[in-house]
């Protein structure tokens, strides 16, 4: 039955293309619904996935940039920007079925309840998705770290639908936690971005980690009053983040390797938004530590920094600032 369901990636952007793209190799009926500019780089040149684990595909899913195709669709994954949420919604209500299943395959932690809100009666399902995907340009997205696809429990269709080869997907009945966890981890977007280095060659930089595990001590302890206990990925405990990246270099390059495999193209979606001129995602992840600091009554002053130089950024549209790590930790 899964080869026979119509999936729509809703928002075919770099995740989007990727997962897309994967699913189209393993055999399901898949359309893209890209914006004019990728579904003309994809009639140029075709869809090109590589993976840090060496292999290559080359999927031919339908693509349109009509969105009636979700007018047939069983399963529409969005995997939109944060700010184009309520704009997809409103393309899903006007054209997809009542029975089809959404999945938000977005970053943060707030965009299923807003699909949840702008689509009343329809099922919605929470999605995450770990690893890293840089868009080369040319047709080509390539995976640059390691990671599972998670899924909200309780659509069992939706995760056979999912499970093809080279896609590690796995189901969650707390997507709360997992949600929060992933957000401790994209803290670093924004550092990579403003730092303008490979993502490897900058969390090799004990400095960049100092600040990273600053935004994450700072996020640690609001949820901690909140209530939430942060999902892991991989054996080392949420927790435990800030203690590790203070490691030493080589200290920490060998505890990381077992958690996550990342090779050198990989770069953040946020650094590739800054060099190509486009609003970021740092108000749905540091600006998401920052505001649950104001609805505790409580600070996240390196949190705050960080969402300040990228908004500063994205204002110049001059790429990444390549900014001094240490001017991040404050006085």
């Given at each position: 039955m899964s080869d026979t369901l119509h999936i729509v990636v809703a928002g075919a952007g770099s995740i989007g293309c990727f997962v897309g793209g994967l699913l189209s190799a393993g055999g399901r009926?898949?359309?893209?619904?890209?914006?004019?500019?990728?579904?003309?780089?994809?009639?140029?040149?075709?869809?090109?996935?590589?993976?840090?684990?060496?292999?290559?595909?080359?999927?031919s899913p339908a693509v349109s940039v009509d969105p009636a195709v979700l007018g047939t669709a069983d399963l529409v994954l969005v995997t939109v920007?944060?700010?184009?949420?309520?704009?997809?919604?409103?393309?899903?209500?006007?054209?997809?079925?009542?029975?089809?299943?959404v999945v938000s395959l977005q970053n943060g932690v707030s965009n299923a309840d807003r699909l949840r809100t702008l689509l009343p009666g329809r099922t919605v399902l929470a999605g995450m998705v770990s690893f890293n995907v840089l868009h080369r340009g040319e047709g080509r997205f390539h995976r640059g770290t390691s990671g599972p696809l998670i899924v909200e429990a309780g659509e069992e269709r939706v995760i056979d639908a999912l499970r093809v080869p080279r896609l590690d997907v796995?189901?969650?009945?707390?997507?709360?936690?997992?949600?929060?966890?992933?957000l401790l981890l994209n803290l670093n977007n924004a550092l990579n971005a403003l730092s303008g280095l490979p993502l490897r060659h900058q969390l090799l930089d004990r400095r960049w980690r100092r600040v990273l595990a600053a935004q994450q001590e700072e996020g640690l302890a609001l949820l901690a009053?909140?209530?939430?206990?942060?999902?892991?990925?991989?054996?080392?405990?949420?927790?435990?983040f800030p203690q590790l990246l203070r490691l030493p270099t080589p200290l920490f390059r060998a505890l990381a390797r077992s958690a996550v495999r990342i090779d050198p193209l990989a770069r953040s979606s946020m650094w590739?938004?800054?060099?190509?001129?486009?609003?970021?995602?740092?108000?749905?992840l540091q600006g998401a530590i920052v505001a649950l600091a104001e609805r505790l009554g409580r600070d996240a002053p390196v949190n705050g920094r960080v969402l300040a130089e990228v908004?500063?950024?994205?204002?110049?549209g001059r790429g990444s600032p390549r900014l001094d790590p240490t001017t991040l930790l404050g006085p």
């Open positions: 009926r898949v359309t893209l619904l890209a914006r004019p500019r990728i579904a003309d780089e994809l009639e140029q040149h075709g869809l090109h996935l590589t993976s840090l684990e060496g292999w290559t595909a080359d999927p920007k944060s700010g184009a949420t309520e704009e997809m919604a409103r393309l899903i209500a006007a054209h997809a079925p009542a029975s089809a299943v796995q189901n969650a009945p707390d997507m709360g936690g997992v949600q929060w966890g992933k009053e909140a209530g939430i206990r942060p999902w892991s990925m991989g054996p080392i405990p949420a927790r435990r590739e938004d800054l060099e190509r001129g486009r609003t970021t995602e740092v108000g749905e908004r500063k950024a994205e204002a110049a």
